[in-house]
């Protein structure tokens, strides 16, 4: 009878750790490939390590490819989107939670009814109404079309945190004094921060790997984005996968360093600190 709990939790952490590897695997091919020479990435075959690496497709990257130029690109693009949707969703997220107006239903039906598009049914008319307002080509023509189709999920992501905080944290605010811009300035907002972290996790991953109106909207290299920049390493005739590899890996560093600033928000409890009883 004991050895059966034990064989359970073995196969739970057998297959947690078999996913994990799964997850990885990817990863650790894409490193493996970025340190591989050209001269070994066909002749050795499939290899769990090169029998000799190189940084030499990174130097290349850095030093010799229009690269830097699509990471500051992805950096401006992602960062300005994840805070502008941030914020509006915050304040439509909240006013969704807390306040009945007329209309509101219809709006959230509208809001729901725009994520039902696929978006490449949508690049043409886009195309057509950024192009007279000189905003194709242009990083702020990409921070406004991200920013329209990150904004009503991030509200409704928003929205479901603050349906989870009590009113009577609010409405205690109030009655001490508090106008209701002031106890959600200083008693949700903090409550939420999980929420905030996770909105704002979701959004700048959202726009540092989109490829369709970046390749679409954007025409020249100094304002691509990265991942429209990775197709310069393909040619006509042949591909670079080493150095394809190589900011692949560079691009994953950003993305890797938010998470890391933000994981503290995203593992706390939403209502730590909230009234008793």
């Given at each position: ?81 994840a805070v502008i949707v941030t914020i509006l969703a915050s304040l439509s997220g909240y006013a969704l939670s807390r306040f009945n107006f007329r209309g509101k239903y219809w709006l959230v039906a509208l809001m729901l009814l ?159 600190g909230a009234v008793k009883g």
């Amino acid at each position: 009878m004991r050895a059966k709990p034990i064989l359970l939790m073995t196969a739970h952490r057998l297959a947690i750790l078999a996913y994990i590897a799964f997850a990885l695997f990817p990863l650790y091919w894409l490193l493996k490939v970025a340190v591989t020479p050209n001269d070994l990435l066909y002749s050795e075959g499939i290899r769990l390590w090169p029998s000799r690496a190189t940084l030499d497709h990174f130097d290349f990257v850095l030093r010799h490819s229009a690269f830097p130029t699509f990471f500051k690109n992805s950096l401006i693009v992602s960062g300005s989107t994840a805070v502008i949707v941030t914020i509006l969703a915050s304040l439509s997220g909240y006013a969704l939670s807390r306040f009945n107006f007329r209309g509101k239903y219809w709006l959230v039906a509208l809001m729901l009814l725009t994520q039902m598009f696929p978006l490449v049914m949508l690049v043409a008319p886009i195309f057509k109404i950024l192009s007279p307002l000189g905003l194709t080509n242009s990083l702020t023509g990409l921070v406004i079309v991200y920013t329209a189709f990150n904004v009503p999920f991030a509200t409704f992501l928003m929205q479901s945190f603050f349906d989870g905080i009590p009113k009577d944290l609010e409405e205690a605010a109030m009655i001490d004094g508090a106008t209701q811009f002031v106890a959600f300035r200083q008693i949700i907002l903090p409550l939420t921060l999980p929420g905030i972290a996770a909105t704002l996790g979701f959004v700048f991953t959202a726009a540092w790997s989109e490829l369709l109106f970046s390749l679409m909207l954007i025409s020249g290299n100094d304002q691509a984005t990265f991942p429209v920049g990775l197709l310069s390493f393909v040619s006509k005739f042949s591909v670079d996968f080493g150095q394809m590899m190589a900011a692949g890996v560079l691009a994953l560093i950003p993305a890797c360093l938010f998470f890391l600033l933000i994981q503290r928000y995203l593992v706390q409890g939403l209502t730590a600190g909230a009234v008793k009883g």
